[in-house]
């Protein structure tokens, strides 16, 4: 009688070990897809707003020969921007250039007396009202201010 008692007890510890292996695996999953899409989604945003901010920042200073010392900056910037490959999630080297593309967003605003550093809050306006202080000293109104 203990033996029969035992079987099924046994097949119930089992399937419940089963049940319970699986759904850690799809919570381990789920948390995991939450984990990357929120990081890489990060990324993304900080890579296009130095992408985009460069591009305009070149149209701003490709002319003025004092500045011609932080476009050549930007053009390195850009072209490691560029080079920056986000399809291999298991790349290490991605998180390395991308301080070296932090580094050298930094170097740009600091040759242009600007201070920089991207985050998502208020701080990323100051940079686009810089940038357009600088517009208004060195071009014409209607030459496609922000």
């Given at each position: 009688m203990i033996i029969q008692e035992a079987v099924p007890m046994?097949?119930?510890?089992?399937?419940?070990?089963?049940?319970?292996?699986e759904a850690g695996k799809q919570s381990g999953y789920d948390e995991g897809f939450r984990l990357g899409w929120e990081k890489g989604?990060?990324?993304?945003?900080?890579?296009?707003?130095?992408?985009?901010?460069?591009?305009?920042?070149?149209t701003k200073i490709k002319d003025d020969d004092s500045?011609?010392?932080?476009?050549?900056?930007?053009?390195t910037l850009l072209?490691?921007?560029t080079e920056l490959s986000l399809d291999d999630p298991t790349n290490t080297l991605v998180f390395e250039?991308?301080?070296?593309?932090?580094?050298?967003?930094k170097q740009v605003m600091s040759l242009l007396g600007m201070k920089a550093d991207f985050n998502t809050g208020q701080e990323n306006g100051q940079l686009w009202g810089a940038i357009n202080q600088m517009n208004r000293k060195h071009l014409p109104m209607d030459k496609g201010c922000f």
């Open positions: 046994t097949m119930s510890q089992s399937q419940g070990y089963e049940a319970g292996f989604s990060s990324i993304a945003s900080e890579v296009g707003f130095y992408h985009g901010f460069i591009e305009e920042l070149q500045k011609q010392r932080a476009f050549k900056v930007t053009e072209k490691l921007i250039k991308l301080e070296n593309i932090r580094a050298k967003f």
